[in-house]
């Protein structure tokens, strides 16, 4: 099973992460705006590497935000958002590459996406990376895998076999 994480502690990072995308849009390409996509990029790398309970962000939710609103209600599974935290690292680490090799309108348009899915997780708690990852997750639950197909054939054989007796 899947390590459990507040759901809050999803919604304050991406807060944080929409300001500081906020912060950098309105300083690259200059050295500033540069810093901060790489620092988020490095934070999106934390998540994807270690957890997204484990990134300085959510020490600080865990530490000082949480024990002021209170437990949660309900607790979610972390593997949706830390796939959403890589979408979100392919879309910093572009824009890095983007500015740095001279691309802006690139690096612009990455940073702006990364911003509207944070944004919208931020604030109406809809995690854009977590809804493709379920997607995903959908579409290869309900594909058959060709090897598995005789021995899914075999088990309703068995099972046809048994309720038959």
């Not at 309970?53 to 607790?75: D, E, M, N």
């Not at 949706?80 to 979100?88: E, H, L, T």
């Amino acid at each position: 099973m899947s390590q459990q994480i507040d759901p809050r502690g999803q919604q304050f990072a991406a807060a944080v992460t929409s300001l500081v995308l906020v912060i950098a849009l309105l300083t690259v390409p200059g050295p500033l705006g540069i810093a901060l996509i790489a620092v988020q990029a490095a934070l999106f790398a934390t998540s994807v590497g270690l957890g997204v309970q484990r990134t300085p962000v959510a020490t600080v939710f865990r530490s000082v935000v949480r024990p002021r609103i209170g437990p949660p209600t309900h607790l979610e599974d972390a593997a949706p958002p830390r796939f959403a935290q890589g979408v979100g690292l392919v879309f910093t680490v572009t824009a890095l590459a983007a500015f740095l090799g001279g691309a802006d309108l690139v690096g612009f348009v990455a940073v702006a996406l990364a911003l509207v899915a944070a944004l919208l997780n931020a604030s109406i708690g809809l995690c854009l990376g977590c809804e493709v990852y379920l997607l995903l997750h959908r579409l290869r639950s309900t594909t058959p895998d060709k090897n598995q197909i005789p021995a899914r054939q075999q088990a309703r054989a068995t099972q046809e076999a048994r309720s038959t007796t």
